[in-house]
């Protein structure tokens, strides 16, 4: 069983810095045992991918409306796998999730992650 928690969610100007943090909590593992997925929604439109980081850092991969924009990392002190704002945007605006892929699909695709945490809401001013 694995817990995730998203928080960093808030009102963000665009351009300015800002990173939101997923607590992954497993027993007798660490946050870099896990592919780790972000993912967004906004109003009105499906879910999309935003970026994963693979197991130990292997890789990382980034949706292209995000590419050279926003950054991953996974912080093992805190348990925590990061999602850094280099520049957003007001298209940015939703609510991200992030998730543990499990398989069976490419990194990019949400059907292979589970373990979806609850939501944070990023809302970006111009």
């Known amino acids: 069983q694995v817990h995730l928690a998203e928080s960093g969610g808030r009102l963000v100007k665009a351009g300015n810095f800002h990173e939101l943090s997923c607590e992954v909590r497993?027993?007798?593992?660490?946050?870099?045992?896990?592919?780790l997925g972000w993912f967004r929604q906004a109003p009105g439109k499906p879910r999309e991918f935003v970026a994963f980081i693979e197991a130990r850092g292997a890789s990382v991969g980034f949706a292209d409306s995000v590419k050279g924009r926003f950054t991953v990392a996974t912080a093992p002190y805190k348990a925590a796998f990061l999602l850094q704002m280099l520049d957003p945007r007001p298209e940015d605006t939703a609510v991200y999730y992030c998730?543990?892929?499990?398989?069976?699909?490419?990194?990019?695709?949400?059907?292979?992650?589970?373990?979806w945490g609850q939501g944070t809401q990023v809302t970006v001013s111009s």
């Open positions: 497993a027993v007798g593992r660490t946050v870099r045992d896990f592919t």
């Open positions: 998730a543990v892929h499990q398989g069976g699909t490419s990194f990019y695709d949400p059907k292979g992650y589970a373990y």
